[in-house]
């Protein structure tokens, strides 16, 4: 006879040994995190691993609900190949790959600063770089891996341990006890499914409620932050405040200048993960990884309150070619609005004459910048297929020096006036230089990898400069530099919720007026409304950034991450979770963010979370309904209405 009664205690027993693999990868997560948890105390962790048991526990039921059907199957013997095989290689597998999932994130919090979401099948699935990077992953990371197997065993070994042999337990009402069984144990799994008795679901907005924003991966897990993320739409619409005081607080519509048309030439240097941490100039550093951007600085117009609108390469570069940021779940580049009608700089200035390129050193097709580059309207793409030299190739491209020899070359040939972009890679990790420069720039004591590639791309940067100094179009080229994101940091400041978005934003001219530092809150959004501003460019146009040289505009930065808002007007920053606003700090006293200000300032909460709730709503119905872009004579600031 079949014995339902204990196959339904085994499949119990064996979702809820698998809390143990589970809060251990947790303890991994906090020990290999530590420098980004600095604050979170053992007894503040012991709390996160209990308060985590109600993320873990759907996450168990989610994952295995193929393991769950096969064992609920009203028939075969515990000792048919079915019972014994078929369901421990299925409970195996899948949650081998749970595991997995958990092990490899750990490692990427300190890229992106949060748990991975659906967003990251889109993200692994673009480009062509995985046979290249792999092994260098599993080199540096192959402790990681072999824990991993550990955890596997361990899963292993538990599951044995429901596999030994019991006494069949009768019983004279087998139908009735089987029934009773069935509906207990569905009843249970239906309850930990949806994380409890609430009206709803358990969702990753929920872990603010246990934690800080800060601390909130600890408290998740990842196979939830990615099951519970799959099919959900990036954005909802917002009505935070009636549609006709939204427009009169933030409206997107930019008008063109009176001012005759200046067409300059523009550049735009991204550089990869170049902290403003790392810049001595904008740190007040003696010691410096970055002498030659230093000496630039100080003959340009700088911003030493700059800040990323997210904290991935494909999120960065349509904030900086687009003014296109991803205040969502998953980058704007991947999601289902990537076809939505926006302004872009090279359409822009593309239909004033200007001839429009891309640069970047990557196999073409990685991280999908080819397809995303066409439909901003760059009229050339210059890659690693069009270098046509591999021996100047590393895991991710080609190298900095000659890629930017390379792309002084060509810019000679495009016709003026132009813009072009170009993206540097060899400050990426697994962090790199050509073998020729180890001795130049070695790593100095147990400082951070990626510095010793910080010293290579700035003297990449000064021979570039070096050669297109001399060119006859350089006294008539605008030059903005800006980091795509952030880079890793063990600085507590520049791993918190504020510090880890502070980046570079430079203008320079040469033989210019453009120099000094300004105070004022910027963003990377903020970097097409200001170049078109600084040319002048005359007709209306759609930019949800500001522009910098505009003395009346409203200068702010915002990001977002696991459904958190925050915004930042110097010296404030704000923070929402949701629609709550829970936290307020001047950072510019309190930069470790430890003194919330909430109740102490509340004209500054409301004209802060007015303005923040006014750009939310105005962005998710702009990207929803496709109402990004203006046709030439029919701007009206005052007729335009996004929010109706």
């Known amino acids: 006879m079949v014995n339902i009664p204990r196959y339904c205690k085994l499949l119990l027993k064996r979702l809820l040994l698998l809390l143990i693999p589970y809060e251990l990868c947790r303890v991994f997560y906090y020990s290999y995190n530590h420098h980004y948890f600095a604050d979170v105390g053992v007894g503040t962790f012991i709390h996160y691993m209990f308060v985590g048991l109600r993320f873990d526990i759907p996450a168990i039921i989610m994952v295995n609900i193929p393991f769950i059907f096969l064992s609920l199957l009203p028939f075969g013997h515990e000792e048919t190949i079915f019972r014994k095989q078929v369901l421990k290689t299925v409970y195996m597998v899948i949650n081998s790959l749970a595991l997995f999932m958990q092990f490899g994130d750990t490692v990427f919090l300190s890229f992106v600063y949060k748990r991975s979401t659906a967003d990251v099948f889109k993200f692994l699935s673009l480009g062509s770089d995985s046979e290249e990077v792999m092994p260098s992953v599993i080199r540096d990371y192959w402790y990681v891996i072999v824990l991993w197997a550990l955890m596997v065993f361990l899963m292993y070994l538990l599951y044995a341990f429901t596999e030994k042999k019991r006494p069949f337990e009768n019983t004279k009402n087998y139908v009735a006890t089987s029934i009773a069984s069935y509906i207990v144990i569905i009843t249970m799994l239906v309850i930990g499914f949806r994380g409890g008795w609430q009206a709803r679901p358990l969702t990753l907005e929920d872990a603010s409620y246990y934690a800080p924003v800060h601390d909130v991966p600890l408290v998740l897990n990842t196979p939830f932050s990615i099951l519970k993320t799959l099919g959900v739409p990036p954005l909802k619409e917002k009505n935070f405040v009636n549609s006709d005081l939204c427009n009169k607080i933030y409206c997107p519509y930019k008008e063109g200048a009176a001012k005759p048309f200046r067409k300059l030439n523009v550049i735009t240097i991204i550089l990869e993960s170049f902290s403003k941490e790392y810049i001595g100039a904008l740190n007040n550093r003696h010691k410096t990884n970055t002498p030659f951007l230093d000496s630039l600085i100080s003959q340009s117009l700088v911003f030493d309150n700059a800040f990323s609108d997210g904290k991935k390469s494909i999120e960065g570069i349509p904030s900086v070619t687009a003014g296109m940021p991803s205040w969502m779940d998953e980058p704007y580049a991947t999601s289902e609005y990537n076809h939505d009608s926006i302004n872009t700089l090279p359409t822009l200035l593309g239909k004033e004459g200007y001839t429009t390129a891309f640069f970047h050193g990557g196999t073409n097709g990685t991280m999908d910048f080819t397809t995303y580059c066409k439909r901003a309207g760059f009229k050339y793409y210059y890659g690693r297929t069009e270098y046509h030299n591999d021996a100047d190739y590393d895991v991710w491209g080609i190298w900095d020096e000659p890629f930017f020899q390379y792309f002084a070359k060509n810019l000679d040939t495009l016709h003026k006036p132009f813009y072009a972009n170009i993206f540097s890679l060899s400050s990426h990790h697994?962090?790199?230089?050509?073998?020729?420069?180890?001795?130049?720039?070695?790593?100095?004591?147990?400082?951070?990898?990626?510095?010793?590639?910080?010293?290579?791309?700035?003297?990449?940067?000064?021979?570039?400069?070096?050669?297109?100094?001399?060119?006859?179009?350089?006294?008539?080229?605008?030059?903005?530099?800006?980091?795509?994101?952030?880079?890793?940091?063990?600085?507590?400041?520049?791993?918190?919720?504020?510090?880890?978005?502070?980046?570079?934003?430079?203008?320079?001219?040469?033989?210019?007026?453009?120099?000094?530092?300004?105070?004022?809150?910027?963003?990377?959004?903020?970097?097409?409304?200001?170049?078109?501003?600084?040319?002048?460019?005359?007709?209306?146009?759609?930019?949800?950034?500001?522009?910098?040289?505009?003395?009346?505009?409203?200068?702010?930065?915002?990001?977002?991450?696991?459904?958190?808002?925050?915004?930042?007007?110097?010296?404030?920053?704000?923070?929402?979770?949701?629609?709550?606003?829970?936290?307020?700090?001047?950072?510019?006293?309190?930069?470790?963010?430890?003194?919330?200000?909430?109740k102490e300032k509340p004209q500054v909460k409301d004209s802060l979370s007015t303005l923040l709730e006014a750009v939310v709503q105005t962005y998710n119905a702009a990207v929803i309904h496709n109402n990004m872009q203006l046709k030439r004579g029919e701007f009206s600031s005052s007729s335009h209405s996004i929010n109706r």
Not at 553 to 581: K, S
């Open 430 to 598: 697994p962090f790199n230089i050509p073998a020729k420069y180890a001795s130049k720039f070695p790593r100095k004591g147990q400082e951070m990898e990626i510095l010793k590639c910080i010293r290579y791309s700035d003297m990449a940067l000064k021979e570039f400069f070096a050669t297109v100094s001399k060119k006859p179009w350089y006294d008539s080229t605008l030059f903005v530099f800006v980091a795509d994101h952030a880079g890793p940091s063990e600085d507590p400041y520049y791993s918190n919720r504020l510090g880890m978005y502070e980046l570079p934003i430079i203008y320079f001219m040469p033989n210019s007026n453009l120099k000094g530092r300004s105070h004022i809150t910027t963003q990377q959004i903020d970097i097409m409304p200001s170049v078109l501003g600084y040319l002048n460019y005359p007709h209306p146009y759609f930019a949800f950034g500001s522009n910098v040289f505009d003395s009346t505009a409203n200068h702010f930065a915002i990001n977002y991450i696991n459904d958190v808002y925050q915004i930042c007007r110097n010296p404030y920053c704000l923070q929402m979770e949701g629609t709550r606003i829970t936290a307020l700090y001047n950072y510019q006293k309190d930069s470790m963010l430890v003194h919330n200000l909430v």
